[in-house]
């Protein structure tokens, strides 16, 4: 076993977070050829998309209580076997209604990488020093999804569709390995309570209650739901509608996720200095500007690929400053339930951006207006639950100041 604290711990943690962005982002660019060999429509392909982020929401209610209860490390390990047996069926898919069945398996083993990382790094760092380690660990995941676009065109085209999934299943094979072998329970120690359905919906509704634990989590659930929109209809109008191939699609994809890698630098550069609302702030706007921006393109029919991938890399800047901070400032006043508070997070960010994801489906007309007006709204959204966290009074917080790592005198 290794250290948790150690530059290695911390990249088998991202790279298990990372599960959730390759299994959403690898097999994009195979939308169009999905609809020709299983004979389906727009919407039948883009909801196999949307059933994994349903069943990605729905486990994490699971895994963190779970994880609270009987450890990070045995729930994780469950989970990532169930996401590479999952794997290795889609391979054999003979319908889209077996391939939705078989993604939504997936995703409730997929899911268990993302919230157990989260708690992992709250455990392992506490409250302030985890915005940190989320903001960098978001930069090395970037990598994931960059990449995953522009190798699944390629491997769709050199292989076909199924290899994208026998490459998931030997992820999840390295993940088994690397946990099984380097990383010791991270979680606090009297912390293992006693785990009933009562307990459960007791902590949720302490959550829920909570009032600036509530904005976080929009805030961080209506940015990443305006990423998603993108998610969801980017293969068909780079694709279809505007006439690039495959593999050119992973290249535009890679620039759009070089634009979250700049604003993760940002967020885990100035967190210290600057703090996390003020951060908050400042990536709110910028995600507004940018969603904005797309659908004054879209109005004035601006039907070029840069009208597309350049707003949505200033969007893209704003999602990577927005999503560590909003997710360290929901987890930091619970840590004694750091995978209740991220399960229940994960839940609601994920549950948002199926239904956005859904109605971009159902509303495409072949142009990108469906598209572009989701992520303004999304924009907009997140700038608007920032300012609502903004106007909280936080004088009954201002004791705990110095464990949560919250800080009310930073504030737009």
């Known amino acids: 076993m290794i250290s948790p604290k150690s530059l290695f711990a911390t990249a088998i943690i991202a790279l298990l977070v990372a599960i959730g ?54 729930v994780l390990m469950a989970g990532l076997l169930l996401f590479l047996l999952s794997s290795l069926a889609i391979v054999f898919a003979e319908s889209i209604a077996s391939l939705s069945a078989l993604r939504l398996l997936q995703a409730i083993g997929g899911s268990a990488g993302p919230v157990l990382g989260r708690a ?25 999804p960059a990449a995953a676009p522009i190798l699944g ?28 072998t380097r990383i010791p329970e991270t979680a606090p120690p009297g912390s293992h309570h006693i785990m009933t359905v009562g307990n459960l919906l007791k ?20 940015v990443f739901a305006g990423l998603f929109s993108f998610l969801s209809g980017s293969s068909f109008v780079i694709i279809d509608f505007l006439g690039f191939k495959e593999e050119q699609f992973g290249l535009f994809f890679a620039l759009v996720v070089a634009g979250f890698m700049i604003g993760t630098l940002i967020g885990g550069r100035l967190v210290r200095s600057v703090g ?9 706007i910028i995600a507004a500007t940018g969603g904005v921006s797309m659908l004054l393109f879209a109005l ?21 400053i927005v999503m560590p901070q909003a997710m360290a400032g929901a987890l930091a006043p619970f840590p004694h339930m750091a995978g209740t508070s991220s399960a229940l997070l994960g839940f609601i960010q994920m549950s948002v951006a199926a239904c956005i ?32 966290l903004s106007r909280l009074d936080h004088t009954e917080e201002d004791d705990d100041d110095e464990d949560d790592g919250v800080e009310p005198s930073g504030i737009l």
């Open 300 to 320: 004035a029919e601006v039907h070029h690929v840069a009208a597309i991938v350049l707003p949505q890399m200033f969007y893209m800047i704003g999602v990577g």
């Open 153 to 180: 065109g390629y491997m769709t085209i050199w292989f076909g569709w199924q290899s994208i999934f026998l490459f998931l299943a030997a992820y999840g094979v390295i993940g088994v390995v690397l946990l099984g």
């Open 21 to 74: 962005p390759l299994s959403t982002d690898m097999y994009l660019p195979a939308f169009p050829l999905l609809m020709q060999v299983f004979n389906a429509d727009i919407n039948q392909v883009q909801q196999t998309l949307s059933i994994f982020l349903v069943g990605f929401a729905l486990a994490q209610l699971i895994y963190g209580p779970l994880s609270d209860r009987f450890g990070r490390k045995p």
């Open 120 to 144: 992992m790094v709250r455990d392992i760092h506490g409250p302030r020093e985890s915005a940190r380690l989320l903001s960098y660990i978001g930069t090395a995941m970037a990598v994931a």
């Open 276 to 284: 996390i609302n003020r951060l908050l702030g400042y990536g709110s």
């Open 357 to 388: 994801g859904v109605l971009v489906g159902h509303y495409h007309d072949g142009s990108p207006f469906s598209m572009a007006l989701s992520i303004a709204l999304m924009g907009i959204f997140t700038l608007i639950s920032f300012l609502r």
């Open 203 to 222: 902590n949720y509704g302490i959550l829920l209650k909570h009032p600036t634990w509530r904005w976080y989590t929009l805030t961080c659930s209506f």
